[in-house]
């Protein structure tokens, strides 16, 4: 008799090692228990069987997954080895097993689960996949010996083909699901934020890195809601309506590149680089939308600081190549007059000498001993000593020792503070604080001008303001004075020393104390500066 569907010359243990040897299991919209077992029945009635099966192997058992007229031992669908089976002889040989009796057929295993049942029949036929590798078996039996007919064989080797196509689906829909559980996989591994929508507009995807930022779940809902509850806003703060978000865009067709937005999360600002691709298929039909999130928070972080470095690296270089080659170069100059004095010169004459290249060495030490405290603070290995500090009698000490240097300029001093004014402070830095706010003042007030101190309290701030007749401060210059080595350009012009730390100094100690700093030009006609330190009580 002619047999359909003729196998090729792969044999089960090929079949069993190849690409399709991985676990068929039952899924939704593939080979369904119930659809195998109604698949069952036709090929049963086709041949005129009492019970018919159908068989998917992994390689190493066999899988019961549908039935008709089965015998109760059966109904189990367990797992059986292949090699005690009927069905494994199909696999075995690659080939239709067609057996008239199963009593007196020396094919049939000594363990053959068929051997405890009144089956005395059996014909089964091999189910292959599209690219011809066995996967199970198609098999009728009957509870009475019989010479199978050429057409119940056909009607047997129709629902093995009839299978094909069902194990051909399932797969299909099987490396579906393989490659998005790989594609959900990988995108969840991303650091980078990933969020897609359909070409319909509905949200398909946002990546974990994405949902933990945001805080929310899975994505549900259309992308213009999902975009408008973003807590989304550009570089200066103004909200990003949904429409201009980079997946919107992308939606549109448009390819975006570069978008930097800040995100307001969990209390802090982010700033990401937000991309958007259109997604179409070869034909250039729309399937949908991706936006990619790279934060960059830290990078930028990264490039102001070096910038930072960079410019203090400068800036401490004119620091060494000035402040400290000067008071150098005035010591060595004062030392060399002093070598080449003769021996007998008296020492009346060398006084000025020795004078002249102490108050070098002083000012070198004064720089050094600013930049070691800096440091310190910096790094936070001058830890505060507080207790209850009388700042009137803090501030009137400063401005006290400051009243030679001010006589000597010919500046008025004036200091306006309350009898007592009691704050919890570190006493030798609220010196310090003082001290570096009036030495400010004095530096950049011309001869003949004027700098004010006044402390003012409430319940809930001390307030300290230091102002002066000085030469003012430019407004491109005002947001740098706190900042490290920064000397304005009147600095230049009219050659005034200093080393650009003292202002930075007194701006940390103020922080140290939670307090806040600022500058601001003197209102009204009168030129100059005023610095307002105001300190929590």
């Known amino acids: 008799m002619s047999l359909r569907g003729k196998p090729n010359r792969t044999?089960?243990?090929a079949a069993a090692s190849g690409p399709a040897a991985a676990a068929l299991e039952l899924a939704p919209g593939g080979l369904t228990r119930n659809s195998a077992d109604r698949m069952a029945a036709v090929i049963a009635r086709a041949a005129q069987a009492s019970s018919a099966m159908i068989h998917l192997t992994d390689g190493q058992h066999l899988r019961l997954i549908g039935g008709h007229g089965l015998p109760p031992g059966f109904n189990q669908r367990q797992s059986a080895p292949i090699a005690s089976t009927l069905a494994g002889l199909v696999l075995h040989s690659g080939f239709p097993v067609v057996i008239c009796d199963t009593r007196t057929d020396i094919r049939v295993p000594i363990d053959a689960p068929v051997r405890s049942t009144d089956l005395r029949c059996y014909a089964g036929f091999p189910i292959r996949d599209p690219d011809g590798h066995l996967v199970g078996v198609c098999a009728v039996?009957?509870?009475q010996c019989r010479d199978w007919?050429?057409?119940q064989l056909a009607g047997v080797d129709d629902g093995a083909q009839a299978c094909t196509a069902f194990v051909a689906e399932h797969l299909g829909r099987e490396r579906e699901h393989h490659q998005r559980v790989f594609l959900d996989t990988l995108l969840d591994s991303l650091d980078t934020g990933v969020a897609a929508c359909a070409a319909d507009g509905q949200m398909v995807l946002v990546n974990r890195?994405?949902?933990?930022?945001?805080?929310?779940?899975?994505?549900?809902?259309s992308a213009e809601d999902w975009a408008a509850r973003?807590?989304?806003?550009?570089?200066?703060?103004?909200?990003v309506h949904a429409y201009q978000t980079s997946l919107l865009r992308a939606l549109r067709g448009e390819t975006v590149r570069g978008a930097e937005h800040l995100l307001h999360i969990h209390g802090q600002q982010r700033l990401f680089r937000i991309n958007g691709h259109p997604i179409s298929s070869d034909q250039g039909q729309p399937l949908g939308a991706v936006a990619v999130f790279h934060d960059i928070t830290a990078a930028r972080q990264a490039d102001r600081l070096q910038q930072l470095l960079n410019r203090t690296k400068d800036d401490y270089l004119n620091l060494v190549g000035h402040e400290l080659r000067t008071p150098i170069s005035i010591v060595l100059l004062y030392l060399d007059e002093l070598h080449d004095a003769a021996p007998d010169t008296p020492a009346a004459q060398l006084r000025p000498l020795i004078t002249g290249a102490r108050r070098g060495g002083e000012r070198l030490r004064r720089l050094v001993e600013q930049l070691l405290d800096l440091s310190a603070l910096d790094a936070g290995h001058s830890p505060l000593h507080p207790a209850d500090v009388d700042l009137s009698a803090v501030v009137t000490y400063a401005v006290g020792q400051a009243a030679a240097r001010?006589?000597?300029?010919?500046?008025?001093?004036?200091?306006?503070?309350?009898?007592?004014?009691?704050?919890?402070?570190?006493?030798?830095?609220?010196?310090?604080?003082?001290?570096?706010l009036v030495d400010n003042a004095l530096t950049y007030t011309p001869d003949g001008g004027a700098v004010i101190v006044t402390l003012d309290s409430t319940d809930t701030a001390v307030d300290l303001a230091v102002s002066d007749t000085g030469y003012g401060i430019p407004a491109d210059e005002l947001p740098h004075v706190f900042e490290r080595f920064f000397r304005g350009a009147i600095t230049t012009e009219l050659a005034i020393p200093g080393s650009g730390l003292g202002l930075t100094t007194a701006q940390l100690i103020t922080q140290y104390h939670h307090g806040t700093i600022s500058a601001a030009p003197n209102a009204g006609p009168r030129r100059g500066t005023t610095l307002h330190v105001s300190l929590p009580r």
């Open 141 to 143: 039996m009957n509870n």
């Open 149 to 151: 007919l050429p057409e």
């Open 11 to 13: 044999t089960a243990a």
């Open 230 to 239: 973003l807590p989304i806003t550009d570089a200066e703060g103004t909200p």
């Open 406 to 436: 001010a006589a000597g300029k010919n500046i008025t001093l004036t200091c306006r503070v309350p009898d007592r004014t009691t704050q919890h402070a570190d006493h030798a830095r609220m010196r310090q604080l003082v001290a570096v």
């Open 209 to 221: 890195s994405l949902r933990e930022r945001l805080g929310g779940g899975d994505p549900a809902g």
